[in-house]
Structure formats: C-alpha cells, structure tokens
C-alpha cells in the first residue's frame, strides 16, 4: 500500500512539530499548515488522504475551514481537534461532515487508533465501491427484467427474449409451474418498443369457458340476457399493446378457432356483433403442458399452435439451474425484510446446501414461499435449517461445496463473507484464535468479537 499522506492544520508550533513527528515515525507522509486559509491552499496544491485540523485559529477557524473544505472537498476524511472542546463542540464537528473528534491533551496511541479507524473505513468504502461495481455487472449479465440468474441455460433465455422484444413477433413460453413465465412476459413487453402501451394479462384455465369469449373479445349489448350494455374485451384493451395468454393450452377448441382469425386477420368481433375491428396487438402465450401432445390427442388445433410457436422461450425449471438458488434466495430475503419488518443477514452454510440440493417441484414460487415461511420463524440474524420444511431438510442435503454467497445485497454480500473467511480461518489453524488473527490480519478482540457475533465454535 502506498504512503499515506496527512495535512496537520494547528497554529500551535509546537502541536504542529510533535504530530509531525510522531506520525512520520508510524509511516504516514505529513505536511503542516498554521490556519485554515493556508489548510485550504494546500489541499488546492496537493491531495491528501486525511486532515487533522484544531478548532481553536486565528484568520480561519476549523468550524469554518470544515465547513469550506467540505463543500470543496466532500469525499476527504476530516479529523478535528480542540483542547476547548465538549459534547456539542464534537456534534456540531460531526454534523458539519468530520469523521472524529479528539480532545487536547490526547495520547499518542488516541491519535494513531483514530486514525487506523479513519484508513478501516476508506478500505471498506473502496471495497463497497469495488463491491457495487461487480454487482452491475452481476446484474447487467444476469438479470432481465425483474428476473435474476447466473446460469447459463437463463442467460441464454435472457438473450432471445431481448432479441425477440424488439418484434411483433408472436412468442410461445413453455415451462413447469412457477419458473416465472409471466415475469418474462412482462419483460418482453417492457424492453419492447410496445412498453408505454398497455400489457394486458388473462389466465385462460381460471375463467369458466362460457364466460371466457366475452372476456377475451367483449360483447354487444343484448348479445345475451345479462348484456345490458356494450363491453370491451382484453383484445380491444391491449390495442396496441401486448396480450398474454396464460395457460393457452386450455384454452378450448371453440375459441382456438377465433383466436386463429386474431392472429391471421388482426381483427376481432365481439360476441353479438356483426362487424369485425382492426387490432394491433402483440401476443405473447405461455403454457405448463406439451402442447405437441395436445395437438396429437385433438385437443389443440394443428394451425394454431403454428401460430403461436413462432418464437419458443423455454424456461428450465430450478432443479436444472441450482446456481441460480443462491441468487434468488438472497433477492427474496431483501424483498421479506421489508415486507415483515426483519433483519435477516442470509442463510446459514448448513441451510444453504439444503436449498441447492431440493427437487423444487413448485420452481422459483415455491422457493419464494420457503423463504418467507422461514423469516416468520427465524430468531436470529441467520435462516438455518430448523427454519425450513422437513421435506426440504429430508432431501436437500447435498455437498457443502457449493458456492452458495452470490447474493446483490452488500451488506449481505460482506457478512456472509466474513463470517466464511473467519470460519476457514479457525478449522485451519484448529481453533487456535492467535494464529487465525495473523490469517485475517485483524485483531484478537474483533476476532473474539465476531466469532460471538456469528456463533462460531
């Protein structure tokens, strides 16, 4: 690491002379100055790293030289002094951007620890910064929309579904329950250039099938007993827009047919009506089930599914892409913080491999719901796996090798870290803290304290 340099800022000579000295003896690179203004035309000349700086000056004071120093110089690390000082003195030192505060007369171990906490804390701003800029990274290459992975096989869905948003193509999702069709629906229709115009969402399995043409493409008033006025249908809502069709293969076949002219002739005609209406609409469907199968056992017409199959997005379901579990884990654990109010760091190393290791029958939805479940019942700081299901804990005992601390959240990130250096650290000197302290390069007292922190043995 390079020679850190200090501007002392004390019209006293000798203050001056003796901080010098003791802090060239420590290593650090010193110049001096006698009052704030001529502090504020060194720091013009030259960069520090940090400033101590008295109160108490003639021409400019420190409150003053802080306030003008910080306003030029926000991101420095100020350190003030005062053999004048109290509480409100070292507030309003606080307040106005110092880092510290320290009362004359000081020791010399006062001064040199002070500033050992000042250097922790620039190595973990640089560290965070380092920190957020992977995490862009993470996130520029592993996320489309509010969807996050790593795995290959998503990042390869990630590309086509950017690809094919530019398009009106019509695009088919395949996939087992809860892998996240809708949310790559979504994605697709807000990277597009359809994004300010509507997205309009229907489940074809949830709608009873004679209510489901009026709601798919509205109906004319006295079409039916109950049709005591003109409704609009989802088709005529997402004008312009993008469709979804949820669950397209139980849509049943006498709608197939009228959904085939939607897509042949780009018009629809309400139920009672006798006119058609031209339409714009990108469509987008998704469905759990084979459709080739269906088209095989006549449940699914031939000419529709060509239709709708021009651009496939298949997603593969969780137990096909592990890596990604640390990932979503972490981003559910942000979301349920905030949601039930807690402060849950991560998963233990002993619940992790549990997660990586479950079939996942119900996908990401049902990774959601474990994870919630788990922060209701969660007293400490860390999910572990009495928290989790039996039938995950059953199962989902895989080896411990994985890499299970990809998370987006740095605090999250720092911790989980920490607390596995710390833990490698002790079973490779057997226990022994001293030799651990040399290891981590930190020292015994933060190690006693974080292993008490963490609940290592």
Known sequence: MSEQRILVIDDEKNMRHMLEAMLRKDGYDIETAADGVSGLQKMDKSNFDFILCDIKMPRMDGMTFLKCAGEKYPDKTYIMMSAYGNIETALEAMKKGAYDYISKPFKTDEVLLTLKKAQERERLKAENLKLKSRIIEIEQKYSFGNIIARSEAMARVFDLATRVSEHKTTVLITGESGTGKELIAKAIHSKGPRASRPMVSINCGGIPDNLLESELFGYKKGAFTDAVRNKQGRFEEANGGTIFLDEIGELPLTLQVKLLRVLQEEEITPLGGTGSTKVDIRVITATSRDLN???????????????????????????????????????????????????????????????????????????????????????????????????????????????????????KSSKVLERNLIEKALKLTHGNRTQATKILEISRPVLITKIREYNLK
Do not use: C
Not at 304 to 311: E, G, H, K, T
Not at 328 to 351: C, P, Q, R, T, V
Not at 369 to 394: C, F, K, Q, S, Y
């Open 293 to 411: 199968k269906e088209v095989e056992d006549g449940r699914f017409r031939e000419d529709l599914f060509y239709r709708i199959n021009v651009m496939r997005i298949h997603l593969p379901p969780l137990r096909e892409r592990r890596g990604d579990i640390p990932l979503l884990a972490g981003y559910f654990i942000d979301i349920f913080n905030k949601k039930l109010n807690k402060n849950i760091e991560g998963l233990s190393s002993e619940a992790m491999p549990v997660l990586i290791g479950s079939p996942w029958p119900g996908n990401v939805r049902e990774l959601e719901n474990v994870i919630e479940r788990a922060m209701i019942l969660a007293r400490g700081r860390w999910i572990t796996p009495d928290e989790l299901p039996d039938r995950l804990t059953r199962t989902g005992m895989v080896s411990q090798n994985s890499d299970p601390y990809e998370t987006l959240s740095i605090k």
